[in-house]
């Protein structure tokens, strides 16, 4: 529990630093993408599948570089510079020593740069927003509050397995937790938000507080497969990167394309 707060401590801080400062979330984001994107490459290959991990890494690191300095590629040029991705993947497949696995190998390099890089990039998205600092404090905070409240809960009253052929540590008990204390927190931080009704936050801190745990589940389930207890070690007492962002990888779109698209009557405009 003692490492556990620690780690706690240190990643609350980088937090507070990325959604004061710009540069430093764009920093940070891509810094866990890279880590996240290794962690993810190398529990796949335990599993004796060979990925691409430099071309996953520098398509993954692109993704957001993209995204913090505005580059507006237009949807013809997206489609090309997709062609030319699977093109070059498939090039570095039929130039192989040997052949093995080969659509594990491209399917799950090209899962790898979607799951970790572009769904954590929304975070990117999110601070250019107006009351952007707010916006991902609020993200991260209703997301990792569910995490949180499910791990206290669980320990404490956990006696029913959610689902245990996947995790079976999480507990029901431990999900309506986590649930419940996803919702007060949430409510309580969002009178800080004045962009959006109060009953739209409402129904926005309930839709994160689910996605959150199916996140978390989700991640359980790729570490079930690749039959490894945590993605890394970074993180003394919670693991490694993607143990960390699991949930937010979720929520991070999830709550971008719900204030762009589902609140277009807002007009909000970017940095």
């Known amino acids: 529990m003692g490492k556990r707060l620690a780690s706690s401590f240190f990643l609350g801080v980088v937090v507070v630093l990325a959604s004061v400062y710009y540069p430093v979330c764009g920093f940070m984001v891509t810094l866990l993408i890279v880590a996240g994107l290794y962690e993810f490459f190398y529990m796949v290959e335990k599993k004796g599948v060979k990925l691409f991990k430099l071309f996953g890494i520098v398509i ?80 991260v905070v209703v997301t990792k509050s569910s995490d949180i409240g499910a791990y206290l809960w669980g320990r404490k009253y956990g006696r029913t397995p959610l689902l245990e052929r996947i995790s079976p540590k999480k507990s029901l008990e431990g999900a309506v937790g986590g649930f419940f204390t996803s919702l007060v927190v949430g409510v309580i931080f969002s009178f800080f938000i004045e962009s959006i009704g109060f009953w739209e936050k409402f129904f926005l801190i309930i839709i994160l507080a689910i996605i959150s745990q199916l996140g978390d589940l989700f991640e359980s389930l790729l570490k079930r497969d690749c039959q490894v207890k945590d993605s890394g070690k970074i993180f003394p007492g919670m693991g490694g990167v993607l143990d960390v962002i699991d949930s937010i990888i979720f929520t991070a779109p999830t709550f971008y394309l719900y204030v762009t698209m589902m609140k277009e009557s807002l007009s909000l405009p970017v940095l």
Do not use: D, M
């Open 60 to 139: 993954g690191v692109l993704i957001p570089i993209t995204i913090y300095f505005h580059f507006s590629i237009k949807e013809g040029w997206q489609f090309l510079f997709a062609v030319l991705g699977l093109f070059v993947l498939f090039v570095l497949e039929i130039t192989k020593k040997e052949t093995h696995q080969a659509v594990l190998s491209l399917s799950t390099t090209v899962f790898g740069i979607i799951y970790i890089s572009w769904c954590f990039s929304f975070l990117i998205r999110v601070r250019q927003l107006p009351e952007g600092a707010l916006l991902v404090a609020f993200l």
